[in-house]
């Protein structure tokens, strides 16, 4: 067991320094880190914190790009973000490992081991001391136990997931060209095809999207370009839009259950449009090696299916040192966003329940929530540095947007933005949905480095297929 720095930390006047360590870095998580590292670390003067960022992975990317990086629209490796560089950037330290435990008594959490590729191991198992943690990682897909979905289904939750998934695809439409085409299995009752009505074929290649949710749905309307760009380029000679099936699976009467019923509407029309097929109030029951069944008896066939039916907070949090756990696993905090366990421990983003006020539900797991929180927090601890009174934190829901692709993008602006509630859609929309990953890259690294990313990504868009073709 290896520990990371003695007790206590002096700056270079000689006083002690507070230490925050943030596990997780994921929007919120590397928002504060950085935001706290520019404001306390150590290349202010004086230093009045050690901040550290503790991070599973070396690299981060927004999340909300994995559906992009799945269908091949958006290359991860001129996304990503090193921690350690940003680290040194801001002032802040980075340690990569996986939370494995908490000691609150002796203010120390517990990292996993890190191994490489081969199994061997890079980093021992350490631990940490903190003053304040915050806790910010996320949460992870939730199978509800359905039968074979976790062995048979890809869950877009990392990188390494999404690209396994861009590759499949590609692999299965370069096979599916030399394949004949599949007939569509006549039901009980149905009459049988004729000279006049000639016998109507199934898509060579069909996608199974489980969950009619903002992943689900994004990717849905994503893959249907990448197949329109694959055809184009000549990766394979199959018709893009009857050739590719794309059928989306949803267990409510409706796609997008957590946004305005219009919002809804609007956005299923525009995938009808795109040739996506809607299966609503269907149940998934079992995921198989080449099909999806339903509770209701159907049978989908499927050469890959993805799972965008959930998520869930991550297991670890239910075994940290008696704090305290919703029915979904999420840590429950105050409106300080502190636990109820301990003052000490604070919780951001995904895996924090946090009551927001005037509704009966608690603020919801979007990237915008989280990065309120992060701004929240870094106001907070300036309370807490001069040993004030925390504020209190108030979600405001400044409306949620959908892209569907190049094609448009759909949603609802809330009170914050307009004053009122009104449906968007369109090449509008399109441009409010940039502008939210945007707006966290200017949080990550300021305006002016934001602007020339833009350009330099615009650049590249210009110089390079729209579609990653290998």
Same mark, same amino acid.
């Given at each position: 067991?290896?520990?990371?720095?003695?007790?206590?930390?002096? $700056?270079?006047?000689?006083?002690?320094?507070?230490?925050?360590?943030?596990?997780? #870095?994921?929007?919120?998580?590397?928002?504060?880190?950085?935001?706290?590292?520019?404001?306390?670390?150590?290349? &202010?003067?004086?230093?009045?914190?050690?901040?550290?960022?503790?991070?599973? @992975?070396?690299?981060?990317?927004?999340?909300?790009?994995?559906?992009?990086?799945?269908?091949?629209?958006? +290359?991860?490796?001129?996304?990503?973000?090193?921690?350690?560089?940003?680290?040194?950037?801001? !002032?802040?330290?980075?340690?990569?490992?996986?939370?494995?435990?908490?000691?609150?008594?002796?203010?120390?959490?517990?990292?996993?081991?890190?191994?490489?590729?081969?199994?061997?191991?890079?980093?021992?198992?350490?631990?940490?001391?903190?003053?304040?943690?915050?806790?910010?990682? !996320?949460? &992870?897909?939730?199978?509800?136990?359905? +039968?074979?979905?976790?062995?048979?289904?890809?869950?877009?939750?990392?990188?390494?997931?999404?690209?396994?998934?861009?590759?499949?695809?590609?692999?299965?439409?370069?096979? /599916?060209?030399?394949?004949?085409?599949?007939?569509?299995?006549?039901?009980?009752?149905?009459?049988?095809?004729?000279?006049?009505?000639?016998?109507?074929?199934?898509?060579?290649?069909?996608?199974?999207?489980?969950?009619?949710?903002?992943?689900?749905?994004? %990717?849905?309307?994503?893959?249907?370009?990448?197949?329109?760009?694959?055809?184009?380029?000549?990766?394979?000679?199959?018709?893009?839009?009857?050739?590719?099936?794309?059928?989306?699976?949803?267990?409510?009467?409706?796609?997008?259950?957590?946004?305005?019923?219009?919002?809804?509407?609007?956005?299923?029309?525009?995938?009808?449009?795109?040739?996506?097929?809607?299966?609503?109030?269907?149940?998934?029951?079992?995921?198989?090696?080449?099909?999806?069944?339903?509770?209701?008896?159907?049978?989908?066939?499927?050469?890959?299916?993805?799972?965008?039916?959930?998520?869930?907070?991550?297991?670890?949090?239910?075994?940290?040192?008696?704090?305290?756990?919703?029915?979904? !696993?999420?840590?429950?905090?105050?409106?300080?966003?502190?636990?109820?366990?301990?003052? @000490?421990?604070?919780?951001?983003? +995904?895996?924090? /329940?946090?009551?927001?006020?005037? @509704?009966?539900? $608690?603020?919801?797991?979007?990237?915008?929530?989280?990065?309120?929180?992060?701004?929240?927090?870094?106001?907070?601890?300036?309370?807490?540095?001069? #040993?004030?009174?925390?504020?209190?934190?108030?979600?405001? +829901?400044?409306?949620?947007?959908?892209?569907?692709?190049?094609?448009?993008?759909?949603?609802? %602006?809330?009170?914050?933005?307009?004053?009122?509630?009104?449906?968007?859609?369109?090449?509008?929309?399109?441009?409010?949905?940039?502008?939210?990953?945007?707006?966290?890259?200017? /949080?990550? *690294?300021?305006?002016?480095?934001?602007? %020339?990313?833009?350009?330099? *990504?615009?650049?590249?868009?210009?110089?390079?297929?729209?579609?990653?073709?290998?």
């Amino acid at each position: 067991m290896h520990r990371t720095r003695p007790l206590p930390v002096l $700056n270079r006047k000689g006083k002690s320094m507070h230490r925050i360590i943030i596990v997780g #870095g994921g929007a919120g998580g590397l928002e504060l880190a950085t935001r706290l590292g520019n404001r306390y670390g150590e290349r &202010t003067r004086p230093a009045r914190a050690v901040v550290t960022l503790v991070d599973r @992975n070396p690299t981060h990317i927004w999340k909300p790009l994995l559906h992009e990086v799945a269908a091949g629209s958006m +290359d991860p490796f001129t996304q990503e973000l090193e921690y350690a560089a940003q680290a040194r950037w801001h !002032g802040f330290e980075f340690q990569q490992g996986e939370l494995a435990g908490l000691d609150r008594a002796a203010k120390r959490i517990t990292l996993a081991p890190v191994n490489d590729s081969d199994g061997e191991e890079l980093l021992p198992q350490r631990t940490l001391d903190y003053d304040t943690l915050v806790i910010a990682i !996320g949460s &992870t897909t939730h199978f509800f136990g359905v +039968d074979g979905a976790q062995q048979n289904a890809i869950a877009l939750d990392t990188v390494a997931e999404a690209e396994r998934f861009r590759k499949r695809l590609i692999a299965a439409c370069m096979r /599916a060209e030399h394949q004949s085409p599949v007939p569509v299995v006549e039901a009980a009752g149905d009459a049988p095809a004729s000279a006049e009505s000639p016998a109507v074929t199934e898509p060579r290649i069909q996608v199974a999207i489980v969950g009619g949710g903002a992943t689900g749905v994004e %990717l849905s309307a994503e893959l249907r370009n990448t197949a329109q760009v694959l055809s184009a380029y000549g990766l394979h000679k199959l018709d893009p839009r009857h050739d590719v099936g794309i059928v989306l699976i949803e267990s409510g009467p409706r796609i997008l259950p957590a946004l305005q019923e219009r919002v809804s509407s609007s956005t299923a029309e525009l995938l009808g449009k795109l040739g996506v097929k809607l299966m609503l109030s269907e149940r998934v029951i079992e995921v198989a090696p080449g099909v999806v069944r339903t509770a209701s008896g159907k049978a989908v066939r499927a050469d890959l299916t993805v799972w965008a039916a959930g998520i869930k907070a991550p297991a670890v949090l239910s075994h940290l040192d008696g704090l305290a756990v919703n029915k979904l !696993g999420q840590l429950e905090v105050r409106r300080t966003l502190q636990t109820f366990t301990d003052d @000490n421990i604070f919780a951001l983003g +995904d895996c924090a /329940a946090c009551t927001w006020p005037g @509704n009966e539900r $608690n603020v919801p797991p979007r990237a915008q929530a989280a990065h309120q929180q992060a701004s929240f927090l870094l106001k907070a601890f300036a309370s807490r540095l001069d #040993g004030r009174p925390l504020p209190e934190f108030t979600y405001r +829901d400044f409306g949620s947007l959908v892209s569907l692709g190049h094609f448009s993008a759909v949603g609802n %602006l809330m009170g914050g933005v307009i004053g009122g509630n009104m449906l968007v859609e369109g090449l509008f929309a399109r441009f409010m949905y940039m502008s939210l990953y945007r707006l966290h890259v200017a /949080a990550l *690294h300021g305006y002016p480095r934001m602007i %020339l990313d833009t350009v330099a *990504h615009w650049l590249r868009r210009t110089t390079l297929p729209r579609v990653k073709l290998h």
